[in-house]
């Protein structure tokens, strides 16, 4: 498995209250990515980063935000969490934008 | 705006019993097109990578061939131990981002 490693796994957390999500690569691969998944919907792209404090939204950005400070670690952060961001969220990294990119095990996110 | 649709959602095979999966897309110009394994629990697993009309790759069992409309999967005399989803993807020349389809999950039963 390519060193990615998803923190938490598993989580449990109320309507209107912050988290945070943490990728950690031993890669180093410049580009990070953070995917939800739900049924029906397949992945779809939340945020990326091409490089350190390089950051851009995807297709579904609202209410999420991310933070690069370091190669190896990318944050996603649902500053006040809503029901309908309960998911699946995965990271995956990539050497170059062409490159076949590398998945997380994911984290299950459930908002009550 | 760059589209993937996958066809069937889902396919319940007999062991040895070949079949395709089907990925059409729409995107702008494509860069590639990338077909990913994810078992139940884990992350999508790259297959393969298809850049232009004609090309195909094989891996053990599984065939990936592309149009300029769509991509098949092909899966020849499956075995349990293929069952899982297929999730198909596009990237547009230019862009940083795949584009996913909502995969095809399937069961080969023995």
């Known amino acids: 498995d390519a060193g990615i490693t998803q923190s938490p796994r598993h989580k449990v957390t109320e309507t209107g209250t912050p988290v945070t999500l943490r990728c950690h690569q031993t890669e180093n691969h410049r580009y990070m990515y953070w995917y939800r998944q739900d049924p029906g919907h397949g992945l779809r792209l939340i945020h990326y980063s091409y490089g350190v404090k390089d950051t851009d939204k995807g297709e579904v950005s609202d209410g999420y935000s991310v933070s690069r400070s370091k190669t190896e670690d990318f944050l996603l952060t649902l500053e006040s969490a809503t029901s309908s961001q309960t998911s699946v969220y995965f990271c995956?990294?990539?050497?170059?934008?062409?490159?076949?990119?590398?998945f997380g095990s994911g984290t299950q996110l459930s908002v009550l | 705006e760059d589209q993937v649709t996958q066809s069937p959602e889902a396919l319940r095979l007999q062991e040895g019993e070949s079949s395709s999966l089907n990925c059409s897309y729409t995107?702008?110009?494509?860069?590639?097109l990338f077909w990913y394994r994810q078992d139940p629990g884990k992350g999508p697993e790259f297959l393969f990578t298809?850049?232009?009309a004609g090309e195909e790759k094989e891996k053990e069992r599984l065939k990936a061939t592309l149009t300029k409309k769509e991509s098949f999967l092909h899966i020849t005399a499956p075995k349990p131990e293929d069952s899982a989803t297929y999730l198909c993807a596009v990237q547009a020349v230019g862009d940083y981002k795949l584009s996913f389809g909502a995969g095809t999950t399937v069961t080969v039963r023995a």
């Open positions: 298809l850049y232009s």
């Open positions: 995107v702008s110009g494509l860069r590639g």
């Open positions: 995956a990294i990539g050497r170059g934008v062409e490159e076949k990119l590398f």
